[in-house]
């Protein structure tokens, strides 16, 4: 059973962490509600990484904060996350998401046990399967993905970083965001299911990792063309490097 959250709890929480870190001119409890009642998105996670990005934008100056490994990073998200499941939602009628689970939790609570037929599906593509099946798959497609993931962390990922290094036109900056990019990118390739290089679609590259980058990666603003454009760097080097291209043919 999840802990309950009290809304004027995590509102002081909210103005704890504002003053802690001096963000009064950019950051409120009154606009952090507003943000979270007009919550935006094709999908409840799409909205809900659409708020923790422009959260954690106000933060892009904070060292602590900006590196996500520290334990303060994770406070702040804790308040942040807290602040999304307590807060109303205009797209769900005024209540928060803690009191929308809470009624399904109720409506469970008169079985005791999901029988076969009521277990969660999950959808993959346009295909409904089992949950279970469903993890049967990710285990199988975790060890068909092994040699690949071997050959981007030993065979591709260190001979980019070098080629980048001795790029004279780029600064020691420029050089960590491309490569920020691309490590980005393998963790997304790995995620989506891809079981090797040539085997990723172009339009992923082209059109649904730069997508997905605006509403996933906190702490950088760069635009979708300016993802698109660190990619095309990194394919011309697999082309250049290894005469490898996205299903033989590049974008």
């Known amino acids: 059973m999840f802990k309950k959250l009290v809304e004027k709890d995590v509102e002081e929480r909210l103005r704890k962490i504002i003053a802690q870190y ?35 934008h106000c933060f892009k100056d904070i060292k602590d904060i900006t590196d996500i490994k520290t334990k303060k990073f994770d406070e702040v998200l804790r308040v942040s ?26 409506k469970e609570s008169s079985s005791e046990k999901l029988s076969d037929s009521r277990m969660p599906k999950v959808i993959v593509g346009d295909s409904e399967m089992s949950y279970d099946d469903y993890i049967v798959m990710l285990k199988e497609m975790g060890r068909r ?9 030993k065979g591709i990922l260190p001979f980019y970083k070098e080629f980048l290094s001795q790029e004279e036109k780029l600064s020691k900056k420029e050089v960590e965001e491309h490569f920020r990019v691309v490590e980005i990118f393998f963790e997304r390739v790995f995620w989506v299911g891809f079981l ?17 980058w605006q509403t996933h990666v906190l702490f950088d603003d760069r635009d979708e063309n300016e993802i698109l454009s660190s990619l095309k760097i990194f394919l011309r080097f697999m082309k250049t490097k290894f005469g490898r291209e996205l299903n033989g043919r590049g974008i």
Not at 36 to 56: H, L, T, V
Not at 85 to 101: D, E, F
Not at 145 to 153: I, S
């Open 22 to 56: 001096k963000l009064g001119g950019a950051l409120s409890v009154v606009k952090v509600k507003g943000w979270i009642f007009d919550d935006y998105g094709d999908s409840a996670s799409e909205a809900s990484n659409n708020f923790q990005k422009k959260f954690f």
């Open 81 to 106: 996350t807290d602040a999304w499941n307590v807060l109303p939602h205009r797209s769900l009628g005024g209540k928060s998401s803690q009191q929308m689970m809470s009624v399904e939790i109720k």
């Open 145 to 153: 993905q092994k040699p690949f993931k071997r050959q981007v962390e």
């Open 196 to 212: 090797s290089f040539e085997a990723i679609r172009p339009e992923f590259v082209t059109y649904e990792f730069p997508h997905w």
